[in-house]
Every structure is written in C-alpha cells, then in structure tokens.
C-alpha cells in the first residue's frame, strides 16, 4: 500500500492575504515535508473564478514542486480539458514530465462547476466530445516524432510536431490480467496498440502503452478503451482511461462478471540507449571508424479515437 496526498493549495494563508503567495508557499513546504516522512505522491486541483483563491496555474505550481523535492510523484486531480488548448496542454506537461524526471502522473476531467463552463464560455454539452477531442490530440502529441496536422470539430492545427516528448517508452503491446468471476480464473492476455482483444463479454483495446527507463522507478501505463457486449448483441462504451499497473485496484475495470486490468507493457526501446556499432570486416585497409548511430525508437501507430458514444 502506497499514501500520497490530495491537495487544493490557495494563494492566502491564515494569517496573509492571497497577494502574498504564502498558501502556495506553505503548500510547497507542506509536500516537501511529506516526501521526508516516505509519502509517495502529490495530487493538485484545477480550478477557475472561485473567489476562494484555489490554485489555477496547477502546472506552474507542480514545477515549481519538482524542483524542490526527488522521489515524490506529482499528479494533477485533474486537468480539465475542455479549459485548454490541447497542444500548448501537451507541451507544458512533457516539460513537467522532464524536469521532475518522470515523476509526472496527468489526471484528466471533463468538468463540472457551472461556473467555470460559464465564466469559459464553453457549454456544458460539448465537454465529453472537448474531452475526446483533447485526448486524441495530446496522445498523437506525444507519440508522434513527426509532423502532423489535425483538423477537428474545436480545434485546428497544420504541420505540427510538438516538443519535448515526454520521458516515456512507447511500447508496441500492453499485457492484460482478467478475472473470470463464475470459475474464478486469471489469465494474462497480450493486445497490441489499436487492436481489440476480447475477453468474455468484455473488447479491450489499448490506445498507447508507456514504461519507463529501468534506471527510473517502475511505472507503466497504458490509455484503454474497454467495450461490453450485451446479450443483446450490443457493444456499450463502459471504460475510457488510464490504467496503471502499479495499482490494479484502483485502476481495473470492474464488471459483474469479468475484471481487466494492466499489468505490463512489451517491445519497448529506450530511445536514450545507442546501438552498440559493428565490427568492421577485416581488410587490408580499414575504413575510418564512423561515431555509432541512434536507433529511432519505433513509430507507434496514430491512435484512431472512436467518437464518443
């Protein structure tokens, strides 16, 4: 079992006003204090126009987190997408992400304070299909190496790459463990990225699979989209999300009858590892010895979103 906190730090203390700072002075302290006495993760709100001072500038403040501290994880509870735009979001995360050394978790919402859908000029109804929009984005942002462009219902981009990428293995497969409730078995499944697999009345289909370098604390996600098949034939949308395979009981798919959740992503390279260079054949004359070149490390797929259902 792992603790870690929940924060929504404020700009005024109890005793200073919020144009001091000093409630985000005393959030950082707080969290550094937690990280000496072994607590494994910090998570921040989002939130706008509240009159309450709450943190808005969520990234900003988790920066200025990851500079401060090593060891503990630094998430976002949540990132609302349908407030931001997609590719900037993409950028500024994997920059989080580098700097605090991969020790970024991106929690995501689709929104819910009126005030905020009002103050935004955004209408409610349109924060699932945002949602989904965002999502496609900001995952094509950081698995793509190439240009791109992208032109959708909100937003619209044209020969874009986005940089940094995030300090991540992109991996060509996700490994799966389901629980069979009637006979009360667990099998492990393999999917690749973009192909459903179906287990029971359950169709999973994982959209990116990320591992980290072995140097670096173990964490492996992987985005999946999980459909149930009804008696009736029907397929029904029942999970879109991230899954984390260091905590499968937070993170698996329950269902009555059949539970999935991650455990490992495969055939993944470290795109910081060089390839060792080959011998040279042997000659009278040899060549000059070139530097030893990179591997790329492998171009995922674009993941194919399915409109929301």
């Not at 204090?33 to 009159?51: D, I, P």
């Not at 503990?72 to 590719?87: D, F, S």
């Not at 060549?287 to 979103?305: E, H």
Request: with cysteine.
């Amino acid at each position: 079992m792992r603790f870690g906190l929940f924060c929504s730090p404020k700009a005024d203390s109890n005793d200073l006003g919020p144009e001091t700072g000093q409630g985000f002075r005393d959030y950082l302290d707080f969290n550094i204090e937690a990280e000496a006495l072994g607590f494994h993760s910090s998570f921040s709100v989002e939130h706008h126009f509240t009159g309450w001072n709450q943190v808005s500038a969520t990234l900003m403040l988790l920066m200025a987190l990851a500079m401060r501290t090593k060891t503990l994880r630094l998430g976002t509870a949540v990132m609302v997408l349908p407030w931001h735009n997609p590719v900037l979001l993409a950028e500024q995360t994997a920059t989080l992400d580098l700097v605090s050394d991969g020790r970024f978790d991106f929690g995501i919402g689709k929104g819910y304070r009126h005030s905020e859908f009002k103050g935004f000029q955004i209408a409610p109804e349109e924060a699932e299909a945002r949602f989904e929009e965002a999502i496609e984005l900001i995952t094509r942002a950081w698995t793509t190496r190439t240009r791109f462009s992208h032109q959708g219902r909100f937003w619209h981009f044209e020969d874009i790459v986005v940089e940094p990428p995030p300090q991540r293995i992109t991996n060509p497969t996700a490994v799966f463990s389901g629980l069979d409730k009637i006979t009360g078995r667990i099998i492990s499944f393999d999917v690749a990225i973009n192909e459903t697999v179906q287990f029971g009345a359950l169709q999973v289909t994982p959209r990116v699979c990320y591992s980290r370098p072995p140097t670096e604390t173990p964490n492996t996600d992987s985005f999946v989209e999980v459909d149930e098949v009804t008696l009736q034939g029907e397929i029904k949308r029942i999970f879109t999300g991230w899954m984390f395979a260091a905590s499968p009981g937070l993170h698996a798919v329950e269902h009555p009858i059949y539970d999935v959740w991650l455990t490992d992503c495969n055939g993944g390279k470290n795109p910081n590892v060089a390839e060792a260079p080959a011998e040279p054949p042997p000659a009278a004359k040899q060549p000059a010895r070139q530097p030893p070149a990179r591997r790329a490390p492998p171009r995922p797929q674009q993941p194919g979103f399915a409109p929301p259902r």
